[in-house]
């Protein structure tokens, strides 16, 4: 085998095992939150394959692909998003410091399901590695859009 094949193999490898961003959210919320929750976030993350479906079939993705603005719009909401997550991670995290539960089993209250749609869809909508690989089609290949 070519050294190609072997670099894609190590690359794909490495892509299979360490999840992405949509499979920490959902594997969180399910942890956190519950089945319900979980469940919504996983419903949020196939719509936003569903508008990348749709949105790649009208063009949007392959403008997205080539244009440096575009993409680098795309990239900052992405961060932007996950900046406020972590923001709300660090906030939640001092309440219950302050808070200090009186037992140990006390659990956190879940977020419901529209709050996990959201982020679901939040999540894959801002990732963007699904304009990129997903639907760009075949000049596009995992290894490169794995450094994203």
Not at 43 to 72: K, M, P
Not at 75 to 87: M, R
Not at 120 to 131: D, Q
Request: net charge positive; charged share 10%; glycine share 10%.
């Amino acid at each position: 085998m070519g050294v190609h094949v072997w670099a894609f193999l190590g690359v794909a490898a490495l892509v299979i095992i360490a999840p992405g961003p949509d499979t920490v959210l959902v594997t969180k919320n399910a942890v956190l939150h519950g089945r319900r929750a979980a469940l919504a976030s996983a419903l949020g993350v196939n719509t936003g394959l569903v508008i990348w479906t749709v949105t790649a079939a009208l063009g949007v993705a392959a403008v997205v692909r080539e244009s440096a603005v575009a993409f680098s719009v795309l990239k900052l909401i992405g961060a932007a998003y996950l900046v406020w997550l972590g923001v709300q991670a660090l906030r939640a995290a001092r309440l219950r410091t302050a808070r200090e539960p009186s037992s140990a089993a006390q659990s956190r209250p879940p977020i419901g399901a529209l709050l996990g749609y959201r982020q679901g869809l939040l999540s894959n909508l801002g990732n963007p590695k699904i304009a990129m690989c997903r639907f760009s089609g075949p000049s596009c290949c995992w290894a490169e859009c794995s450094c994203l």
